[in-house]
């Protein structure tokens, strides 16, 4: 059986190239665009079930790109292939709705299997989970704490799903990379300590106890008990 349609966007037309031979030999149905403007139209179509895309692009950039689609309500797994290192420029597009972020140049190997990880994830996780007054929704994607209703991100919701599926065992900044971003290049590990910190503020924001604690040198724990930072 043929994996998922997938959408792969960079204006390098040999990179492309490459690319979609590679993938298509995967055994993946690849769809092409060489600009932002292109990519969005594609993805606007709600014909592919993931799309791969740089950031540098005529017209629209790969982070507008990602927020216009965002905007739009679509759900799809994207992941961004791009030469900028920059921790920063990984935490812009995390931040935008991107699903994973990858470094040129990169192995059609490890692109292949981030794809195959970004699609398994998209299965469902229907538990409804309560810590203290934390409560998070799986089904509905909703989380509060008492009556309030947080206001999370995508990212937020998914690595709050996995620190209370796990409440009261510390969680490695490596586990929480494989389960919420799809790879545990351990390169990353501060994109994890970054969103972990956009977490706490939206559940602590109107005063309520820490439940978010670090585990120094290790991970984190989701607690109603004090256990470190």
Known sequence: MNAAPVLVVDDDRRLLAAMTRGLRAEGFDVRTASDGDSALAVLEAREVALAVLDISMPGLDGIDVIRHARAR?????????????EIHDRILGLEAGADDYMIKPFALSELTARIH????????????????DLRV??????????????????????????????????????DLLRIVWGHSDATDTNVVDVFVGYLRRKLEES???RMIHTAPGVGFILDRQETGS
């Open 207 to 209: 005063g309520e106890e």
């Open 73 to 85: 309500g679509l759900d799809l797994p994207i992941c961004i292939v791009s030469a900028r290192t």
């Open 137 to 174: 929704d799986g089904g509905a994607r909703r989380a509060w704490r008492g009556e309030r209703e947080l206001a999370l991100t995508r990212r937020e919701f998914d690595l709050l799903q996995a620190l209370i599926r796990r409440a009261g065992t510390v969680v490695t900044r490596a």
């Open 117 to 132: 990880a970004l699609l398994r994830r998209r299965a469902p996780d229907l538990a409804e989970l309560e810590v203290g």
